[in-house]
């Protein structure tokens, strides 16, 4: 895995690219070498999980915390959107009362004017 990872630095050099040894992570599976894996020198950190393109990989394989995960961030969305939903509601109820208001006091305006002719 060592060797792999070398070649990889090199060729990202070669493009004018750098591995970003603090962001590169390793998680091994199956693995019967436990010695760390460096980039530019420094050792890469072991990880038992992590997120990539939003879903969770593990070690353990499956997907129940990947679902789980999932769920709740959903949830916590639909708490915020409820939250819109409902000043919206309260918003469109304060328009039509509103606009009822200025009818009455409108009407109430025009017949004072009609009895002041």
């Not at 309260?90 to 009362?97: A, G, L, S, T």
């Given at each position: 895995?060592?060797?792999?990872?070398?070649?990889?630095?090199?060729?990202?050099?070669?493009?004018?690219?750098?591995?970003?040894?603090?962001?590169?992570?390793?998680?091994?599976?199956?693995?019967?070498?436990?010695?760390?894996?460096?980039?530019?020198?420094?050792?890469?950190?072991?990880?038992?999980e992590?997120i990539?393109?939003?879903?969770?990989?593990?070690?353990?394989?499956g997907?129940?915390?990947?679902?789980?995960?999932?769920?709740g961030?959903?949830?916590?969305?639909?708490?915020?959107l409820?939250?819109?939903?409902?000043?919206?509601?309260?918003?469109?109820?304060?328009?039509?009362?509103?606009?009822?208001?200025?009818?009455?006091?409108?009407?109430?305006?025009?017949?004072?004017?009609?009895?002041?002719?």
């Open positions: 895995m060592q060797l792999k990872t070398n070649r990889l630095v090199e060729n990202a050099e070669r493009t004018g690219l750098r591995v970003n040894d603090g962001k590169c992570k390793v998680m091994r599976v199956n693995a019967r070498n436990n010695e760390a894996i460096k980039a530019n020198g420094l050792a890469l950190e072991d990880v038992e992590f990539y393109l939003g879903a969770t990989v593990c070690k353990q394989g997907g129940g915390e990947d679902i789980n995960a999932r769920l961030k959903a949830r916590g969305a639909f708490v915020k409820n939250r819109v939903w409902e000043f919206q509601h309260c918003v469109e109820e304060d328009e039509e009362q509103a606009i009822q208001n200025i009818g009455q006091t409108s009407s109430h305006v025009w017949l004072r004017n009609m009895e002041n002719e």
